[in-house]
């Protein structure tokens, strides 16, 4: 009902981890091991929620960050369709290489394009 309105307060909503075999069944899509699949139990996803937070609490009541939304269901309020996120601790090693590389300021260098303009003056040619 709320398709392309942005809401002015941020929502959240609960859900619940089901396998990549249930999840499989109902979005017919193969999904790799970096996905968590969740059903919604409470409210459901909708379009420019992706990039959001999905955030678990333990028992001690540290709340972790477990993922990152990345698809879901089509339509806002479908409570059907399972939402995707990409499973952040399989990424954890990868930001940490990359942030110490730009703690140790290379990040910006491997990261520049061969030849690209990154300010007035025309690139300059490269010697490899």
Same mark, same amino acid.
């Given at each position: 009902?709320?398709?392309?309105?942005?809401?002015?307060?941020?929502?959240?909503?609960?859900?619940?981890?089901?396998?990549?075999?249930?999840?499989?069944?109902?979005?017919?899509?193969?999904?790799?091991?970096?996905?968590?699949?969740?059903?919604?139990?409470?409210?459901?996803?909708?379009?420019?929620?992706?990039?959001?937070?999905?955030?678990?609490?333990?028992?001690? /009541?540290? $709340?972790?960050?477990? /993922?990152?939304?990345?698809?879901?269901?089509?339509?806002?309020?479908?409570?059907?369709? %399972?939402?995707?996120?990409?499973?952040?601790?399989?990424?954890?090693? $990868?930001?940490?290489?990359?942030?110490?590389?730009?703690?140790?300021?290379?990040?910006?260098?491997?990261?520049? %394009?061969?030849?690209?303009?990154?300010?007035?003056?025309?690139?300059?040619?490269?010697?490899?």
């Amino acid at each position: 009902d709320d398709e392309g309105v942005l809401a002015e307060v941020l929502k959240q909503l609960e859900t619940k981890t089901i396998s990549a075999e249930e999840c499989q069944k109902r979005i017919s899509v193969k999904l790799l091991d970096t996905f968590i699949c969740t059903e919604h139990i409470s409210g459901s996803t909708c379009h420019g929620d992706s990039g959001g937070p999905v955030v678990r609490r333990s028992d001690d /009541g540290t $709340w972790f960050l477990e /993922g990152v939304i990345s698809g879901g269901p089509r339509k806002c309020g479908d409570t059907v369709t %399972p939402m995707r996120s990409t499973r952040v601790s399989r990424f954890v090693r $990868w930001v940490d290489e990359y942030r110490r590389r730009d703690a140790n300021g290379t990040l910006d260098d491997f990261c520049k %394009p061969v030849n690209a303009k990154t300010s007035d003056r025309e690139p300059e040619e490269s010697e490899n």
